[in-house]
Structures are given as structure tokens and as C-alpha cells.
T-cell receptor
Framework: DQQVKQNSPSLSVQEGRISILNCDYT??????FLWYKKYPAEGPTFLIS?????DKNEDGRFTVFLNKSAKHLSLHIVPSQPGDSAVYFC???????????????FGKGTHLIIQP | DSGVTQTPKHLITATGQRVTLRCSPR?????VYWYQQSLDQGLQFLIQ???????AKGNILERFSAQQFPDLHSELNLSSLELGDSALYFC?????????????FGQGTRLTVV
């Protein structure tokens, strides 16, 4: 049973426009969410994260929104650039009270293609 | 470059064999995670070590085992290999548990079982 779902296997966006990648989760125990970016033949690279005590986190062109009641998060990239073309993975985990967390549960990824 | 080093990059072996994958975490990182990425299952958490001790287990088969050594490098041992074990195996590291769950991934070891 997939606890983290990315329902769009691919997404094509024009350069300069906004890219919106979506992710849904089912496990109510998840309280920390992350986005990773992956290029071919490389490992995933951490992009941005959000704790369940927040509903938004921004880092430059990247913003993650969390809707806990809907168990949904999204990653916005504005403006989209050609170098953003990659596979984006949504991940979730449960933080321990004393620090640290479970291993990450990943979605299957969305392949973002930025068209010139 | 994440600073996490995995060797070998590629490995081809026969069914029934045993292999060892090696991971050197980023300098100063105490936690090591192993993940498996297969075509049908995506990226799946296998096991986590913190400062030499096993800290969390995910979907790791009994045929698989791992350890973290005093110098903090880690090895993932896969035995009685089956065709379905063919996958990319990633190691990731993070500084310490209270740093947060953001982990830095190596480039992976591609295992092909024939």
C-alpha cells in the first residue's frame, strides 16, 4: 500500500512559467515532508522540507505548501528554468520526540520537463 | 557532489551469490541510511544506523544485512541473490538525529543479478 503518492508520472511546463508538483499521503503519523530532485545517474538531492507545524516554506524559487487536513502537499517552482528538468520525489517521515526520524517514505516521482 | 561515496558503482553477479556494497558518509555525519530503488517499487527505505548502532528498519529482507563500523562507513550485505534484487542501492547520510531527517545521497550502486 503506497503511503506517499505522486499521481502525475510526468509534467511538462514552459520555461519561465510556474511548475506545480503534487503529492498525497495516507499515513497520519507523518509529520515531516521533503522534496528531492534527481538527475539521471545521480543520487537524489535534497531540495526543501516542511514540518507539519507549518503550512508553507519558501527557499528562493521553491515553495512547499502543506494541507494537513487534505493530506496533500505541493511544490511550486517559479520561474521554471531548463535546469529544473529532473525527476522530483516527495518523501515523508515521522519525527522522534527525542530527535531524529524514521527512514523516508518516498513517492514514485514526477518527471518534470521544462520546455524552452 | 554530496560527499557520500558508494562503491562499486556497478555490480553484475549471478543468482545465489552474495555481494557487499560499501558506503562512506559525509565527513562528520553519524547517521547512515540504505535505500533500494527498483522499477516497480520506487525508492524504499531499508535500514538506518546511527554511530554504529541500528536505529530503524524498513522493508529489508532477511537475506540482507548491514553494519556501520567505528570509522562510520557502512556496508550492506546481500546474500542468496535473486533476479528481483536487481536495483539501484543508495546510501544516504545525515549529521545526527536532531539535525532533522534531511539526508544526503550517494550516487548509488547499480546491482544486476543474472
Amino acid at each position: 500500500d503506497q503511503q506517499v503518492k505522486q499521481n502525475s508520472p510526468s509534467l511538462s511546463v514552459q520555461e519561465g512559467r510556474i511548475s506545480i508538483l503534487n503529492c498525497d499521503y495516507t499515513n497520519s503519523m507523518f509529520d515531516y515532508f521533503l522534496w528531492y530532485k534527481k538527475y539521471p545517474a545521480e543520487g537524489p538531492t535534497f531540495l526543501i522540507s516542511i514540518s507539519s507545524i507549518k503550512d508553507k516554506n519558501e527557499d528562493g524559487r521553491f515553495t512547499v505548501f502543506l494541507n494537513k487536513s487534505a493530506k496533500h502537499l505541493s511544490l511550486h517552482i517559479v520561474p521554471s528554468q531548463p535546469g529544473d528538468s529532473a525527476v522530483y520525489f516527495c518523501a515523508a517521515t515521522t519525527m522522534y520526540s527525542g530527535g531524529g526520524a524514521d527512514g523516508l517514505t518516498f513517492g514514485k516521482g514526477t518527471h518534470l520537463i521544462i520546455q524552452p | 557532489d554530496s560527499g557520500v561515496t558508494q562503491t562499486p558503482k556497478h555490480l553484475i553477479t549471478a543468482t545465489g551469490q552474495r555481494v557487499t556494497l560499501r558506503c562512506s558518509p559525509r565527513s562528520g555525519d553519524l547517521s547512515v541510511y540504505w535505500y533500494q530503488q527498483s522499477l516497480d517499487q520506487g525508492l524504499q527505505f531499508l535500514i538506518q544506523y546511527y554511530n554504529g548502532e541500528e536505529r530503524a528498519k524498513g522493508n529489508i529482507l532477511e537475506r540482507f544485512s548491514a553494519q556501520q563500523f567505528p570509522d562510520l562507513h557502512s556496508e550492506l550485505n546481500l546474500s542468496s541473490l535473486e533476479l528481483g534484487d536487481s536495483a539501484l542501492y543508495f546510501c544516504a547520510s545525515s549529521p545526527r538525529p536532531d539535525f532533522g531527517p534531511e539526508a544526503f545521497f550517494g550516487q548509488g550502486t547499480r546491482l544486476t543479478v543474472v
